[in-house]
């Protein structure tokens, strides 16, 4: 029986394209679900181009109300009865209840090498903090933002002539690498932190 996961986008869902093509032929995992909070996310067409079965919930008519937009999360999640679930690129903060329904087994990419810069904008503060690398991780998630166990991490050096836009899209492909590395070992009971390059 494949590991069930579900994907959890708010954009254009470039990690989650390299997820799911991670998930083919000997993995142990398949990818059951792509759901936004945005209809109009880009990476919702480029799944079902993938043959994802695809959603949304429209965190808007839920306005401030996020305990409501969770649980409407939670049934949509429900029917597709995933045993894992990926954040890429979702941006919306989950609640508590939320996030200790999924303990365990809910992991998300941030932009940063945590502990370093939470929240947004990682790539503007480690250019203005004048780090020497930058970088991202995959984490558990946990009921704190962007907190949680880390189950790996990629570095990018930084370049004198950087701006946000290169870093990040230089990140970005770090990302994708890693992502799909780490899951594969998360599913396969590996948590201890994996290092790249
Ligand atoms: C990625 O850089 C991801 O790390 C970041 O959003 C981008 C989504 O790109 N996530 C966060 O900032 C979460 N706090 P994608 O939609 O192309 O995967």
Redo the contacts with the bound molecule.
Sequence with gaps: MSTRVAIL?S??????VALARSMTGDHPARPVLVLSNRPDAG?LDKARALDIPTDFVDHRPFGQDRASFDDALQARLAEAAPDLICC??F?RILTAGFVETWTGRML????SLLPKYRGLNTHARALAAGDAEHG?TVHLVTPEL?DGPILGQARVPVQDRDTAETLAARV?EM?HRLYPAVLRRFVDGETAPLCLP
């Design positions: 986008i954009g254009g869902g470039s990690n989650m990476g890429a690129g941006m998300n990419i941030h932009p991202c962007d970005l990302e």
